[in-house]
């Protein structure tokens, strides 16, 4: 008789890791047959790569860069590139280094702004979807007009999601 397994996911509510803290295969009895405390794939489950996208995350703030690739991660996404500028991920498109399905980009980054970013890899591989991040709403107008998904901070886990999993 074949084991039947379920998964559980301890949250602790406006934690810095926006609740993800820990998974584990339990089988129906109770017994914990894995576990790890890096979000991701519990052991013994198996993601659906027909659903997989390859993310790009740009943001200046390195702590969210972590945060944002942990939730990607967890919702059965592949990090593709991450960077700290939009100079970082244009030289990689354009030297084809990475090829991701979508770029998440922070609008205010030091040498290279997202929307400069964004129309130089757009120029480079028009078939990339971005989502423009920014706290600035002021930006909303200019990235919706260049074709781009705006998100406005702060955002919930759930609006990511779905844009990242509409796409």
Same mark, same amino acid.
Not at 17 to 45: C, M, Q, W, Y
């Given at each position: #008789?074949? %084991?039947?397994?379920?998964?559980?996911?301890?949250?602790?509510?406006? *934690?810095?890791?926006?609740?993800?803290?820990?998974?584990? *295969? %339990? @089988?129906?009895?109770?017994?914990? %047959?894995?576990?790890?405390?890096?979000? /991701?794939?519990?052991?013994?489950?198996?993601? @659906?790569?027909?659903?997989?996208?390859?993310? !790009?995350?740009?943001?200046?703030?390195?702590?969210?860069?972590?945060?944002?690739?942990? #939730?990607?991660?967890?919702?059965?996404?592949?990090?593709?590139?991450?960077?700290?500028? /939009?100079?970082?991920?244009?030289? !990689?498109?354009?030297?084809?280094?990475?090829?991701?399905?979508?770029?998440?980009?922070?609008?205010? #980054?030091?040498? #290279? @702004?997202?929307?400069?970013?964004?129309?130089?890899?757009? !120029?480079?591989?028009?078939?990339?979807?971005?989502?423009?991040? *920014?706290?600035?709403?002021?930006?909303?107008?200019?990235?919706?007009?260049?074709?781009?998904?705006?998100?406005?901070?702060?955002?919930?886990? !759930?609006?990511?999601?779905?844009?990242?999993?509409?796409?």
């Amino acid at each position: #008789m074949a %084991t039947k397994s379920i998964v559980i996911l301890r949250t602790e509510p406006m *934690s810095p890791t926006f609740g993800l803290k820990f998974f584990a *295969s %339990t @089988n129906v009895d109770g017994d914990r %047959t894995h576990g790890h405390s890096e979000p /991701g794939r519990p052991g013994g489950i198996q993601e @659906n790569r027909a659903g997989v996208k390859r993310i !790009a995350i740009v943001y200046d703030e390195e702590d969210l860069v972590r945060v944002y690739s942990m #939730m990607v991660k967890s919702w059965g996404h592949r990090i593709e590139f991450t960077g700290s500028d /939009g100079t970082d991920i244009v030289k !990689a498109i354009i030297e084809n280094k990475v090829q991701p399905d979508i770029v998440l980009l922070d609008h205010r #980054m030091r040498a #290279m @702004n997202g929307l400069e970013a964004a129309k130089r890899i757009r !120029a480079s591989n028009p078939s990339v979807r971005i989502v423009m991040v *920014s706290a600035d709403d002021s930006v909303r107008e200019q990235a919706i007009r260049a074709g781009l998904i705006f998100l406005q901070k702060p955002f919930s886990r !759930a609006e990511l999601k779905d844009i990242l999993n509409d796409l």
